[in-house]
Nanobody
């Protein structure tokens, strides 16, 4: 069955960096686009970044452009989100999502606070 497992979240100070990973299994990873979403308390889940199959294209929400980078390693069935210059408003649970018929991971908490 399809599984997406996120990792790499944690507590970081403003201006710091984190790299999130999402390990995928149960499907042919290289054939699917992948995305990262986030959901802050009391807010709707929102798209952060997406990457096409074989890394053909990337898209970012305006609020992360220039700070976050999405990438994938098809040999490892893993998609990454490198987050730099983190701000308190980036605090949220970050989710990995598969394209096509959507599957979601369980999420990983990112907290940006001094």
């Amino acid at each position: 069955q399809v599984q997406l497992v996120e990792s790499g979240g944690g507590l970081v100070q403003p201006g710091g960096s984190l790299r999130l990973s999402c390990a995928a299994s149960g499907f042919t990873f290289r054939l699917y686009s992948m995305s990262w979403y986030r959901q802050a308390p009391g807010k709707e889940r929102e798209l952060v970044a997406s990457i096409g199959f074989a890394g053909s294209s990337t898209d970012y929400a305006e609020f992360v452009k220039g700070r976050f980078t999405i990438s994938r390693d098809d040999a490892k069935n893993t998609v990454y989100l490198q987050m730099n210059s983190l701000k308190p408003e980036d605090t949220a649970v970050y989710y990995c999502r598969r394209g096509g018929v959507a599957y979601w991971g369980q999420g990983t908490q990112v907290t940006v606070s001094s």
